[in-house]
């Protein structure tokens, strides 16, 4: 989507060592998403954000961190990847209004490969 | 525990067939199911339901809502190639407005 871009779309890192992906949103909404898509899983959210500072974790948190300077990015990172972080993570964003169709927008995705 | 459950999680028809997809959940704090078709890349967005027995229509495809047996479903009509995917069902909760998925179903169409 035009308005949400991913980095790096992907990329292949070596086990214990920490990584930093990047949400960047240029439609000022409020609400952001991490998610990972593994097969048989669907996607399953790590962390989330409702504001500049406020962040929360989801149902797969454990190993990763995040961190909201500023409305339009949204870090994720890997303290010390692991082979199970292999994966594809996807950013989300959320509009609030209008309330009929506050639709969630996703990023096109990183490939990542912890090898 | 919030939990999305997809049916079938696999499924191969032929070019004009009708096919049905299935998603059931059981979460603490519903606010809406929404429906999302991901081919290569990124979810794309369906429907959004709130509310029991309204269809919704989009052209071959159409969706409806039971919040009294907790589930919903996806109907495609005459089944064209383009619409091989991943459909994704998805249940947003309340409070952070979550979205809780399912593991989806693979669908594919041969000519």
């Known amino acids: 989507d035009a308005g949400i871009t991913q980095s790096p779309r992907h990329k292949v890192t070596e086990t214990g060592t920490p990584v930093t992906l990047r949400c960047h949103q240029t439609e000022n909404h409020r609400y952001m998403y991490w998610y990972r898509q593994d097969p048989g899983h669907g996607l399953r959210l790590i962390h989330y954000s409702y504001g500049v500072k406020d962040t929360d974790k989801g149902e797969v948190s454990d190993g990763y961190s995040v961190s909201r300077s500023k409305t339009e990015d949204f870090l994720l990172t890997l303290e010390s990847a692991t082979s199970s972080q292999t994966s594809v993570y996807f950013c989300?964003?959320?509009?609030?209004?209008?309330?009929?169709?506050?639709?969630?927008?996703f990023g096109s995705g990183t490939r990542l490969t912890v090898v | 525990e919030d939990k999305v459950v997809q049916s079938p999680l696999s499924l191969v028809v032929h070019e004009g067939d009708t096919v049905t997809l299935n998603c059931s959940y059981e979460v603490t704090n519903f606010r809406s199911l929404l429906w999302y078709k991901q081919e290569k890349k990124a979810p794309t967005f369906l429907f959004m339901l709130t509310s029991s027995g309204i269809e919704k229509k989009s052209g071959r495809l159409s969706s409806i809502l039971d919040k009294k047996e907790l589930f919903s479903i996806l109907n495609i009509t005459a089944t064209q190639t383009g619409d091989s995917a991943v459909y994704l069902c998805?249940?947003?909760?309340?409070?952070?407005?979550?979205?809780?998925f399912g593991q989806g179903t693979r669908l594919t169409i041969n000519p």
């Open positions: 998805a249940v947003r909760v309340g409070g952070a407005q979550k979205l809780v």
């Open positions: 989300a964003t959320r509009r609030e209004l209008p309330i009929f169709n506050y639709g969630y927008t």
